[in-house]
């Protein structure tokens, strides 16, 4: 079953174009700050230790999985499936791809736009000698705001939608190509501020150090949850990109460099963070506080402070954007070629139709606070059923394509480029796609529906 590429399709052109397309996809918010935390607080290079193993064994399969799908299906999520198996349900499987996009961005966006609000913040000097309670009330009054978070979400949106209008070649790896070594050397600016401040020391053993005591089943499972977060896995963002890499690309490197350079960046960003908390005698706190809060409050505090604060607000755009690229291309794709629009239209629309559930996650903070569905508001509803539902579910159902439904043979020839690589480790990537990664993700997904969920 050999589908023809059709002449019209977009692709892209070279090999780091590649490269910085599906990293950059995967380097995103998630690294930047939930890495570091979880990090931190799970044992520090003991869970460091047990990341790299879910990236290893579980992420780098599936990666390839959804590589395999994408490039032999020459399409969309949605239609990838369709084209592999038809007349039976798998499409089901993109369609879930595509609804979580729709879903993702929304929220995503929401916290984007809250990056470039940050950017004007410390260029206008804003976070001078204010204390952490006041940087907690101006964070807290701005993302409850009507207009100011929902402008520069819908800018955001701009953005995202006019580089993935211009095309695969001409817009997704053009703009990546450009953004990703601006985001390593700005992450590396920030490292090298980080680690020659005094008391460095304590941030960088509280990030490295293990510590096996604060090892639990728990830990496994959060470290595997984000595993498949951070290297942008069970949505089809890497069927829709793996459509456009070329015939004699290799797959199983490709999943291994992709996966490396997301970890790396993640390291960095604790290398980058943990530091600076330490040296100003900062609580390591969570999730979004510890960068719009925490963050200005000790760039107030260097010398130089409003330009590193600066930069690191570039950098968080950056890998926000470069993410969101990704995103949006899995609708476009879908809307382009499934309901044969042009490109432009097939952005426009999807564009547009999410910036208008985007707006309601926005507002979730503020004057929509009191809307609540099944007890969450828009914002955390959007995350809770994108992130611990669909995602879960589709990372499970495209390793049983591969695993159970689509022949070895075939996946055999589609990794090994038509038997032109030679594919040793192909053994222990079935047994994984059959058993171990099944069965690990069912785990994952159970946990966060039933106990994350509630927590
Ligand atoms: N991986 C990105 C991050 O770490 C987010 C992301 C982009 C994503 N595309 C995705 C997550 C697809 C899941 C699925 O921030």
């Given at each position: 079953m050999s589908l023809s590429q059709s002449p019209i399709r977009d692709s892209f052109g070279s090999k780091f174009g590649i490269i910085a397309a599906a990293a950059g996809s995967a380097v995103g918010l998630g690294n930047i700050w939930k890495f570091p935390y979880i990090t931190g607080q799970n044992g520090g290079g003991a869970f460091l230790l047990i990341y790299l193993l879910c990236v290893i064994l579980i992420g780098v399969p599936v990666m390839m999985s959804e590589f395999a799908i994408g490039r032999r299906g020459q399409r969309n999520a949605f239609g990838s499936f369709k084209a592999l198996s038809?007349?039976?349900?798998?499409y089901m499987v993109g369609l879930m791809g595509v609804v979580a996009a729709f879903f993702i961005l929304a929220f995503y966006s929401a916290v984007a736009g809250w990056t470039l609000e940050y950017i004007v913040q410390s260029v206008t000097h804003r976070?001078?000698?204010?204390s952490t309670a006041n940087l907690q009330t101006s964070f807290n009054s701005f993302i409850s705001g009507t207009y100011r978070p929902v402008i520069w979400q819908l800018i955001f949106m701009a953005l995202t939608a006019a580089i993935v209008i211009a095309?695969?070649?001409?817009?997704i790896e053009k703009y990546t190509k450009l953004l990703m070594p601006i985001l390593v050397l700005l992450i590396l600016i920030l490292c090298l501020r980080s680690v020659t401040l005094d008391g460095a020391m304590a941030g960088l053993s509280f990030l490295?150090?293990?510590?096996?005591?604060?090892?639990?089943g728990e830990t496994i499972l959060f470290a595997l949850g984000q595993a498949f977060f951070s290297l942008s896995l069970g949505m089809g963002t890497l069927i829709t990109y793996a459509?456009?890499?070329?015939?004699?690309?290799n797959l199983a490197l490709t999943a291994v460099q992709v996966s490396l350079a997301d970890t790396i960046i993640a390291v960095l960003a604790g290398v980058m963070i943990f530091p600076a908390v330490f040296a100003f005698n900062?609580?390591?706190?969570?999730?979004p506080s510890l960068v719009f809060i925490t963050l200005p409050g000790i760039f107030q505090q260097m010398p130089g402070g409003d330009i590193f604060g600066a930069i690191f607000f570039v950098l968080l755009a950056v890998a926000a954007l470069t993410s969101t690229i990704s995103v949006l291309e899995v609708v476009v794709a879908y809307f382009a070629e499934e309901l044969k629009l042009s490109r432009k239209k097939a952005t426009l629309l999807a564009s547009v139709s999410i910036a208008v559930l985007g707006i309601f996650a926005s507002l979730s903070f503020g004057?929509?606070?009191?809307?609540?569905?099944f007890g969450k508001g828009v914002f955390d509803l959007l995350d809770f059923t994108a992130s611990n539902v669909l995602l879960p579910l589709g990372g499970l159902f495209i390793v049983l394509f591969i695993g159970w439904y689509f022949t070895k043979d075939l996946t055999r020839a589609e990794l090994s480029n038509e038997n032109k690589l030679?594919?040793?480790?192909f053994p222990a990537y079935i047994f994984i796609v059959r058993f171990v990664a099944p069965l690990a993700i069912t785990a994952i997904f159970i946990y966060s529906i039933f106990i994350g969920g509630l927590g």
């Amino acid at each position: 079953m050999s589908l023809s590429q059709s002449p019209i399709r977009d692709s892209f052109g070279s090999k780091f174009g590649i490269i910085a397309a599906a990293a950059g996809s995967a380097v995103g918010l998630g690294n930047i700050w939930k890495f570091p935390y979880i990090t931190g607080q799970n044992g520090g290079g003991a869970f460091l230790l047990i990341y790299l193993l879910c990236v290893i064994l579980i992420g780098v399969p599936v990666m390839m999985s959804e590589f395999a799908i994408g490039r032999r299906g020459q399409r969309n999520a949605f239609g990838s499936f369709k084209a592999l198996s038809p007349n039976k349900p798998w499409y089901m499987v993109g369609l879930m791809g595509v609804v979580a996009a729709f879903f993702i961005l929304a929220f995503y966006s929401a916290v984007a736009g809250w990056t470039l609000e940050y950017i004007v913040q410390s260029v206008t000097h804003r976070f001078a000698n204010q204390s952490t309670a006041n940087l907690q009330t101006s964070f807290n009054s701005f993302i409850s705001g009507t207009y100011r978070p929902v402008i520069w979400q819908l800018i955001f949106m701009a953005l995202t939608a006019a580089i993935v209008i211009a095309g695969v070649k001409k817009g997704i790896e053009k703009y990546t190509k450009l953004l990703m070594p601006i985001l390593v050397l700005l992450i590396l600016i920030l490292c090298l501020r980080s680690v020659t401040l005094d008391g460095a020391m304590a941030g960088l053993s509280f990030l490295f150090k293990p510590d096996f005591s604060k090892i639990t089943g728990e830990t496994i499972l959060f470290a595997l949850g984000q595993a498949f977060f951070s290297l942008s896995l069970g949505m089809g963002t890497l069927i829709t990109y793996a459509s456009y890499f070329g015939k004699n690309e290799n797959l199983a490197l490709t999943a291994v460099q992709v996966s490396l350079a997301d970890t790396i960046i993640a390291v960095l960003a604790g290398v980058m963070i943990f530091p600076a908390v330490f040296a100003f005698n900062i609580e390591p706190a969570s999730g979004p506080s510890l960068v719009f809060i925490t963050l200005p409050g000790i760039f107030q505090q260097m010398p130089g402070g409003d330009i590193f604060g600066a930069i690191f607000f570039v950098l968080l755009a950056v890998a926000a954007l470069t993410s969101t690229i990704s995103v949006l291309e899995v609708v476009v794709a879908y809307f382009a070629e499934e309901l044969k629009l042009s490109r432009k239209k097939a952005t426009l629309l999807a564009s547009v139709s999410i910036a208008v559930l985007g707006i309601f996650a926005s507002l979730s903070f503020g004057p929509l606070a009191n809307f609540k569905i099944f007890g969450k508001g828009v914002f955390d509803l959007l995350d809770f059923t994108a992130s611990n539902v669909l995602l879960p579910l589709g990372g499970l159902f495209i390793v049983l394509f591969i695993g159970w439904y689509f022949t070895k043979d075939l996946t055999r020839a589609e990794l090994s480029n038509e038997n032109k690589l030679r594919v040793r480790f192909f053994p222990a990537y079935i047994f994984i796609v059959r058993f171990v990664a099944p069965l690990a993700i069912t785990a994952i997904f159970i946990y966060s529906i039933f106990i994350g969920g509630l927590g």
